[in-house]
């Protein structure tokens, strides 16, 4: 997997009680919350990202962060990276869809999709990253991936990837709490992804089988703390915890039908 | 439950610890808070218990489940049997991660949801 730089916004004065000769400094983040269409951010992207470097799917990393003005509130903050030594296509940002779609499309992918010469050539540069990412929205029902990662095209050389923004997935999936577990409990969900028939079958396989060899003890190390965090209580962490390892049985059977 | 039944379990609930404290040398009131040390007394006495379970770890699953059961608790948790259903998943998995035993007609994780029922106001009270 490739190393992602995080971008340092500043660097103080060296700390003169280190002995590592170490400086404090600042890095540039993305600040997100709870709010009322997304009651369970915080915890869904905080589990997201921890299951996510388990199974070494290429993320930007995140942590739970507190602010002395908002003492009480958790956030997830978002590492931003450093971008400025590598060209990355930015698929988070908008397209104006100016140019024709190719004209022989595999049957099943979209032509609606925004940047989507860039992403078909995406697929051809990075088919196990892709497909990686793929079956893990799966398996924590983000349906939210379109647009949401950014990768280096234009290198000769293998480049970057990395996804971003899980805040639409696990408890976060649907605007509550609850209505977000009965969506888990469906097969049939997510019903689309913008990777669907662009994906390589051996991939697939490799995640989803890294996906149903994760110990419980670990999978329970990355949802269930012992605290409540925002509006997710314990025992809604264990519950996720319980979806989980259902959702991982039928993984195989939802992936083929997007192959 | 109405009051009068919770005032009076907690009454008998309190003068059951109190002789505890006094009768059992391994416990002690510094140990464990009121609320965990109850716990403690129903993990112990349940029948299928085996004798030589190690004090320390039935200490600890005492505590942990004291802990997460009061953090878990929101209003009217035991009307609302979706919550009321992860409280049970909540606790089946404490239990089996502890090794602790499980009847077939998970009688222990009733008596649990009981208790929790009792000190329910108890806790809420402290939140507010």
């Given amino acids: 997997m490739s190393l992602l730089n995080y971008k340092i916004l500043e660097v103080f004065e060296p700390n003169p009680s280190s002995t590592t000769d170490s400086r404090q400094g600042s890095l540039s983040v993305l600040i997100k919350s709870d709010h009322e269409v997304a009651q369970a951010q915080v915890y869904s992207e905080i589990v997201a990202n921890r299951l996510a470097n388990v199974l070494g799917i290429p993320v930007a990393l995140g942590v739970p962060a507190k602010h002395h003005s908002t003492q009480d509130t958790i956030n997830f903050v978002s590492l931003m990276a450093y971008e400025e030594d590598r060209k990355i296509f930015d698929f988070t940002a908008l397209d104006n869809k100016g140019r024709q779609p190719p004209s022989r499309l595999k049957k099943g992918v979209s032509s609606e999709l925004d940047h989507l010469q860039e992403l078909l050539k995406l697929i051809k540069i990075f088919p196990k990253q892709i497909s990686y990412i793929t079956v893990f929205d799966y398996w924590i029902g983000n349906q939210d991936r379109p647009l949401n990662f950014k990768a280096e095209l234009n290198k000769d050389e293998r480049g970057l990837i990395f996804a971003l923004d899980q805040g639409s997935s696990l408890l976060s999936c649907k605007s509550t709490i609850d209505a977000s577990f009965e969506a888990l409990k469906n097969k049939g969900f997510p019903n689309t992804h913008p990777f669907q028939k662009l994906l390589s079958p051996i991939f697939v396989g490799e995640m989803i089988e890294r996906i149903n060899g994760i110990p419980d003890w670990t999978l329970e190390s990355a949802t269930i703390f012992d605290e409540n965090i925002g509006n997710v209580t314990v025992a809604d962490q264990y519950s996720l915890f319980n979806s989980l390892k259902y959702r991982r049985k039928f993984l195989r059977e939802q992936i083929i039908g997007i192959l | ?128």
Avoid: C
């Fill in chain 2, 1 to 128: 439950m109405n009051k009068k039944n919770y005032d009076q379990i907690l009454s008998e609930l309190d003068e059951l610890t109190a002789l505890e404290y006094l009768v059992d040398d391994k416990i002690t009131k510094r140990e464990l808070f009121h609320d965990e040390y109850t716990f403690y007394r129903l993990l112990k006495s349940n029948p299928m218990l085996e004798q030589d379970i190690d004090e320390r770890v039935l200490i600890s699953m005492a505590v942990e489940l004291t802990d997460k059961l009061k953090k878990s608790i929101i209003p009217d948790w035991q009307n609302n049997q979706t919550y009321k259903a992860r409280i049970i998943l909540m606790i089946q998995i404490i239990l089996k991660n502890y090794h602790y035993p499980v009847s077939e007609n998970n009688f222990i994780v009733e008596q649990i949801i009981n208790l929790a029922g009792v000190f329910t106001n108890n806790w809420q009270s402290r939140l507010i």
